[in-house]
Nanobody, 119 residues
Framework: QVQLVESGGGLVQPGGSLRLSCAAS?????????MSWYRHAPGKERELVAT????????SYADSVKGRFTISKDNGKNTVYLQMNSLKPEDTAVYYC???????????WGQGTQVTVSS
């Protein structure tokens, strides 16, 4: 059974940084096609923040976070990270980890972690 466990959320002041982690278990990391971070703020639609291709390591970002956020992976730890710098109040949301299985395209989701950017 696939499990995605996020951690690292919290309260941070504008301009600060946080690093989110998503630990995957249940399947070999190499069986995932991609892993992504989404966020969902109250009153807004869910937004795809960043994606990393597991086999190639290629990355992509939403325009709203380009240059501030970095997605990365540690194959040995089956973990994906989201380094968030220069945080803004509009980054406040629940951040969710998503994984897509290779060959089947089946998506899996974590439980979410709250990020609040406020002074």
């Amino acid at each position: 059974q696939v499990q995605l466990v996020e951690s690292g959320g919290g309260l941070v002041q504008p301009g600060g940084s946080l690093r989110l982690s998503c630990a995957a278990s249940g399947f070999s990391f190499s069986t995932y096609a991609s892993m992504s971070w989404y966020r969902h703020a109250p009153g807004k639609e869910r937004e795809l923040v960043a994606t990393i291709n597991i086999p190639s390591g290629g990355t992509s970002y939403a325009d709203s976070v380009k240059g501030r956020f970095t997605i990365s992976k540690d194959n040995g730890k089956n973990t994906v990270y989201l380094q968030m710098n220069s945080l803004k109040p509009e980054d406040t949301a629940v951040y969710y980890c998503n994984a897509v299985k290779r060959w089947t395209g089946i998506p899996y989701w974590g439980q979410g972690t709250q990020v609040t950017v406020s002074s």
